[in-house]
């Protein structure tokens, strides 16, 4: 197929986790023999924080206005089997639009950010995506799967609902031997919603375990001043050190936003990454998360800070194969081959006629 994405960023991993699932999914489908071209708006934000400036796998251009877009781009969109447009991207409800009258092909929003998404639809307040343009998408992936898709059937006019969640890339993430720095870690940029979670399930364990060793690693916290003496601060850790820094921890931690608790069905793209590390996860509480790990024996669930002190002191052996089990299960079912399969198989059964 001819595949045009418009995503946020695949060049600058920078404050969001949009890039190292685009990273994975174009370059799998480039493996599988599809011509994708990934144009992406070219923002000053990212300029300035470019890890992977030019992606070698499939095509990325960047262009600076809508009107450059439209001029240089149109036919490659309207000649596109499939055109994709990701949420968060620049001017987003403008850009689908014309996609929407451009494209020749299948039409599809992939929306990394669904549960997000929908709230800001709800109070007319979402600057990527109109409501009214919900259905004027062929196919509408989603980073939640579980009741959300019905949701955005029935609710939102979405003709055809898919989940398509977040994947991780088994060549660059992977057990290797590395000595442990830290008890436990999270990674993530700073959100007010998840910040009571940091607080419960790390910083509160680090001033009750003062001979633990912790760290946190993400842009955009506004204080680290009143956090413990044994907790390290990095502000931003671009993805060629994100398997060092998993494998340098004996747990790690997943904290979920708002939105996405209540939805459920919303792994986040850290959760896959770290178990393909052999990093046991301690995660909040969500629903559909025992459909991809099973609690107590691929991954631990925490409800307050006394879960997580209680981890921390789980034998050696017993750490080793709870690792051991998620790992199987996500090369098993959770690589971007597999999400790039699934797509296809997507794009397929519209390209042929086939109903769902």
Not at 98 to 127: H, N, S
Not at 220 to 249: C, E, G, I, K
Not at 272 to 292: N, V
Request: hydrophobic fraction near 40%; aromatic fraction near 10%.
């Amino acid at each position: 197929m001819r595949i045009v994405v418009l995503g946020l960023s695949i060049t600058s991993s920078w404050g969001n986790g949009h890039a190292t699932t685009f990273r994975a999914l174009v370059r799998e489908l480039a493996q599988r023999g599809h011509d994708v071209l990934f144009l992406e708006r070219d923002r000053p934000w990212y300029a300035e924080n470019r890890d992977l400036p030019h992606p070698p796998y499939g095509r990325t251009v960047l262009y600076d206005s809508l009107d450059e877009l439209r001029q240089r781009h149109a036919g490659a969109v309207h000649d596109a089997d499939l055109v994709i447009v990701g949420s968060y991207v620049p001017d987003g409800i403008a850009v689908g639009d014309w996609v929407q009258e451009q494209a020749g092909g299948i039409k599809t929003f992939y929306d990394i950010d669904t549960p997000v998404t929908l709230a800001r639809l709800a109070r007319d307040e979402c600057a990527y995506l109109a409501r009214a343009q919900v259905a004027g998408y062929d196919l509408y992936l989603s980073f939640t799967g579980g009741p959300t898709l019905r949701r955005l059937e029935c609710e939102f006019g979405a003709p055809r609902a898919r989940a398509l969640y977040c994947s991780f890339d088994p060549q660059l993430y992977h057990p290797e031997p590395q000595p442990i720095a830290w008890d436990l870690g999270y990674m993530g940029t700073y959100s007010d919603d998840r910040q009571p979670g940091v607080d419960r399930f790390l910083l509160a364990p680090a001033r009750q375990r003062p001979q633990g060793r912790f760290v946190i690693a993400g842009p955009q916290y506004p204080d680290t001043a009143s956090w413990p003496a044994n907790v390290t601060y990095q502000p931003h850790l671009p993805p060629a050190r994100h398997r060092r820094f998993y494998n340098s921890q004996r747990f790690t931690l997943n904290v979920t936003r708002a939105d996405m608790i209540a939805a459920g069905w919303s792994p986040s793209v850290r959760l896959f990454e770290a178990a393909a590390c052999g990093t046991p996860i301690i995660s909040d509480r969500w629903a559909g998360l025992e459909t991809l790990l099973v609690p107590g024996r691929e991954i631990l669930l925490a409800d307050e800070t006394a879960d997580v002190l209680a981890a921390l002191a789980m034998g050696e052996d017993e750490r080793l194969r709870l690792s051991e089990r998620a790992r199987a299960r996500i090369l098993a079912d959770h690589t971007a081959a597999h999400r790039a399969a699934e797509l296809e198989a997507h794009a397929q059964e519209l390209l042929s006629g086939v109903s769902a």
